[in-house]
Structure formats: C-alpha cells, structure tokens
C-alpha cells in the first residue's frame, strides 16, 4: 500500500536539480531545481501516488519514473509536438472573448489550475481518460467542490480537447477517449452534494425587515415581489428604468443579464405602482451611471439610526475620533455585490438571534432564496407562464426548480389527513369514527 505521504520534492545542489526519493533511490525530475517543469513533474508524480493509495493492491501502477508520467510515456501515441498548455492557453484566448466573465473565470480555474499545472508539458495526443481521472480525484480529495461542480470542471478539461479537434491541434480519437470519463453519480465514495435551495416564508421576510436599513429592505421587497436575480437587484443602474414608454409602468431595461448571450434576447421587468414607490427614494438626485441601490446610502442609514438611538451625551474623545473619521472616510463600493448583499442579510439576522429566544430564533436565509419565493407565489397567482416568463427562463424545467408547490400541497393534505383520521374519537364526542369498507 502506498505511504500516507508522497516523497517530498528535494534539490540536488551539487546539479542544480530536482529529485524524488523513491525506495532509496534518488529519482531526478526535468529542468532545473524550481523550474516549471520540475514543479509540473512533481505535481503530476503527487497525483500517482494518491491515485494508488486509493486503488486496490493488484490495480496500482508504478509511480512516476522521470521524466514523464507512466501513464502517457513520452513519445509512444503522441501525433503531434503541440503541448496541453498550448492548446489550453489558445483555448482560454477564445472562451474569453466568447463567453461571460463568470463563465470564463470557472474555465480558466478547471484548466489552469488542474489540466495545465499537473500534465502542460506532455504533448496534447497523450493525455488519456487515466490523467482525466487522477484529476478528478485530486478534485475530490481536496473537499473544496461538490459532485455537480466536479462533474462541471470535468466536463470543461474535456471541452479543451474538443475544441482542439475543431483547429487541427488535436486527434478526434484523443478527445473521442475523454469522452468515455461519464459523470459521477449522486452517492460515489468521497463526493458532496449541498442542499436543493429553499423558498423563505413571507413571515420571515417581514420579521427579518425590521432588522435591516431602508436600501437593503427595499432590495429585499423588491426581489420578493417581482422574481429578480439578487445581481439583478443589486446592479440597477438609474439610467436603466425607463419611467416614460408606458403609462403607469417603469421598465427595467437590463443592460446585460445570465443567458444573454445564450438566447440572444433583452430582459425587461416591469415595475408597478407599489415597486416604483420602493425605488423612487433612490432616484433623486443621481446620474444614469449610478447605483440605485448603494452600499454607501445604506451606511449613511445606519449611522443615522445609530444618532437618533443614541441616549448619552458624545465625550470629548468620541468628539475627536469622529472628527478623525470625517478627515478619512471610510470608503464602500457605490455597487453591492453577491457577497455583500448576502452578508448584509446574514449578519442582521446573527445580530438578532443573539438577543432572541431560542423559539423566536429566525431561520437563517439568503437572497438568492427569493427568487425561489416570488416564482412560487407568482405562478400560485397567476397560473400558466407567468412564472417562466416573471424569472426570465427560457425552459419551462428550468422553471420548475424554482417551483415549490408541491411542498405546500403535501402539507395541505397532511392537515386534512389529521381532521379525517378515522382513528380517532369524532368533536365532541367519545366515539370513534366508523371504519370503511372499501369494495
């Protein structure tokens, strides 16, 4: 069985080299002590060595033996000299003129971080489902994603060698092979799944707005009522609601959303009477750049409310930190973003725990959980498509996610499952109710 920990990366001072000791033997690595290509080979080695410590006796392979990896020997199927990092760095250039930033940035992490690190250098014919699956195991090992988000990277790393074969840079019987690697199923040994997202309760939407300032409880109204995105809410810009095309509505045109460039189709979400009144407030006085809803107006609240609780007098001292304070402002973002919005959320709602009871405690939830709420109410509502068409889908499935209907139609029954219990004695009464007899 393989030892706890893989030999440790040395240097031969005397060669200016880099070796692995191995049974005794010191096993040198390419290029020189600290180069690329020694870490890379070292990196490729690590992903050996846990792969067999996870294998059974009889289907270990040997570890690597400079100075290439066992599994893809250099020079035995190779087509071509071009390298993975070459394809992938080109393939990079193309995913970020195409795709979104998100999109880009999880791209650029999967091939990176995981394809480039661990086999750059092997030429591209070369690398097999076996180097596929020693990543993806170095994926699993570090706990850092859950299944789906490993099936994803996995997915993507394939991506780079179909696009390949598309240029030239690539055998189709190489990308053909990776294709073989299927996905891992909910259950396989050392994975994570998070939760399915939830739909927070109106009473605990209306306990939690007391605890937050004015702008965050408009954003959260907001959301709830008209099925938007948090970044949706959080990244209105005044220049994008149109207050005069129709009588009685504002239109928030978005000037990028999530499938834009999927659908090739603007999103506009209009705005009544009762979410222009949330909205008003924040327009006075802004350009058409500006932040609707701004971290900065926020503070600006709760120092206000912190002035008007205030009970005692300001000592000279607390005089002289605020004078300090004014000279150097602290400096918040004209923009929320995911995070902050969540953590404004969150942080009202550890704040009051604190000082409630344990029955009083108030269920811990986020924004994104919104969007699940105002779909389901909507579609309860109004029926057909105009929940698809209020979330901004283009699938009814997809819809259906948000969707949690069911969950409430279960509970109905369960309560008139409860005033039905055939089991128990009748209102009122000491006798029991008559069994029936089915035909």
């Not at 250039?93 to 661990?118: G, I, P, S, W």
């Amino acid at each position: 069985m393989a030892k706890s920990k893989p030999p440790k990366y040395c240097s031969d001072t005397s060669k200016n080299k880099a070796f692995i000791r191995i049974d005794g033997k010191k096993n040198y690595l390419p290029g020189k002590f600290d180069s690329p290509e020694s870490r890379e080979a070292y990196a490729r080695f690590e992903l050996e060595w846990w792969g067999n410590a996870r294998r059974p006796a009889e289907e270990r392979v040997p570890v690597l033996s400079p100075p290439g990896p066992n599994l893809a020997p250099a020079g035995t199927n190779s087509l071509t000299d071009t390298t993975v990092s070459e394809v992938a760095l080109k393939f990079l250039q193309c995913v970020e003129a195409t795709k979104t930033k998100a999109n880009f940035t999880h791209y650029r992490l999967a091939t990176m971080d995981f394809l480039v690190k661990h086999y750059g250098s092997i030429p591209v014919d070369e690398f097999t489902p076996a180097c596929l699956n020693l990543i993806r195991e170095a994926m699993i090992q570090s706990r850092r994603y859950c299944r789906n988000g490993i099936n994803d990277y996995t997915r993507r790393i394939g991506s780079v060698f179909t696009w390949g074969v598309s240029t030239g840079m690539v055998s189709p019987i190489t990308a053909w092979g990776l294709s073989t690697v299927k996905p891992l199923e909910p259950g396989h040994p050392g994975t994570f799944d998070h939760p399915e997202r939830e739909y927070v309760q109106d009473d605990v939407i209306i306990t939690t707005l007391p605890l937050l300032p004015p702008t965050l409880q408009a954003m959260v109204k907001l959301q709830r009522l008209t099925a938007m995105r948090p970044n949706e809410v959080f990244k209105m810009r005044v220049g994008d609601i149109d207050r005069t095309s129709v009588p009685g509505i504002w239109l928030y045109r978005l000037a990028t959303h999530k499938t834009q460039k999927k659908t090739r189709r603007k999103r506009i979400i209009p705005l009544n009477v009762a979410e222009q009144a949330l909205i008003a407030p924040y327009l006075e006085g802004k350009t058409d750049k500006d932040a609707v809803f701004s971290p900065r107006t926020a503070q600006a609240e709760r120092y206000a409310e912190k002035r008007a609780n205030r009970k005692s007098k300001l000592t000279p001292s607390q005089k002289a930190r605020d004078k300090e304070r004014a000279a150097k402002p602290r400096h918040f973002s004209e923009f929320y973003n995911k995070d902050s919005y969540r953590q404004a959320v969150e942080y009202a709602i550890k704040k009051a725990n604190k000082r409630l009871p344990k029955e009083e405690q108030i269920p811990y939830w986020t924004p994104y959980e919104l969007r699940h709420s105002a779909a389901s109410a909507i579609d309860v509502e109004l029926k057909g498509d105009a929940a698809q068409l209020m979330c901004g889908h283009t699938s009814p499935t997809t819809t259906a996610t948000y969707l949690h209907r069911e969950v409430e139609k279960l509970m109905k029954i369960a309560l008139e499952r409860e005033a039905h219990n055939p089991f128990e004695p009748y209102a009122g009464s000491g006798t029991a109710r008559n069994l029936e007899v089915f035909p």
